[in-house]
């Protein structure tokens, strides 16, 4: 289940199906290298050392490069950050397959209110830079959220969410060229 994971976490940087060289070509990208270590210390929980050892390595990626992501979030496969720095996810949140986040995105929980609590997301969700989705929401699949967007009510599939206050704008295939190299099912 690991493997499959970063496989297809691989492939999203790099294009290609993992080996060992494409391992190390992929672990060139910030992203990939926090999102790698994420993973091993998710699914080896278990295991002491791999476990102590994976959070480590995400303390010292998260100083260097920005990112902070719990490793118990639930995030599916092919998650793919287009630049390192600030992003920052809340550990309930559930994000579904091949999404795409950029620089300076938060993703996280609203504290009081009838929307307390944290979003859902979908597949194919492209994050444009600076964008920010709190509450509890749910994100539907195929959906682009513009940079510098602020996203705090439910946003139906296949949309793109624009603006702040933000409006939603239907489109057929809104992540078309945005969202690339995926391994589908």
Not at 112 to 133: A, D, E, L, M
């Given at each position: ?16 199906k ?5 391992f ?88 009081r209110?009838?929307k ?38 439910d ?9 702040n ?21």
């Amino acid at each position: 289940m690991f493997s499959d994971y970063i496989n297809h976490d691989c492939y999203r940087v790099i294009g290609k199906k993992i080996t060992l060289v494409n391992f190390f070509k992929a672990y060139r990208n910030q992203g990939f290298r926090y999102l790698f270590f994420m993973r091993l210390s998710h699914f080896y929980r278990k295991n002491l050392f791999i476990y102590t050892f994976s959070r480590m390595m995400m303390r010292h990626y998260s100083y260097k490069f920005g990112f902070q992501i719990p490793s118990n979030t639930k995030i599916g496969k092919g998650l793919y950050f287009s630049h390192f720095g600030t992003v920052v996810i809340n550990e309930n949140v559930t994000m579904g397959e091949n999404c795409n986040v950029n620089h300076n995105v938060t993703i996280g929980r609203q504290n009081r209110g009838s929307k307390k609590g944290s979003p859902t997301i979908g597949n194919f969700v492209w994050f444009g830079t600076g964008c920010v989705v709190v509450g509890k929401i749910n994100i539907g699949d195929n959906v682009l959220i513009a940079p510098n967007s602020y996203v705090n009510f439910d946003v139906p599939s296949k949309t793109v969410v624009i603006g702040n206050p933000a409006k939603i704008i239907e489109k057929e295939n809104p992540t078309e060229d945005y969202i690339n190299q995926t391994l589908l099912k």
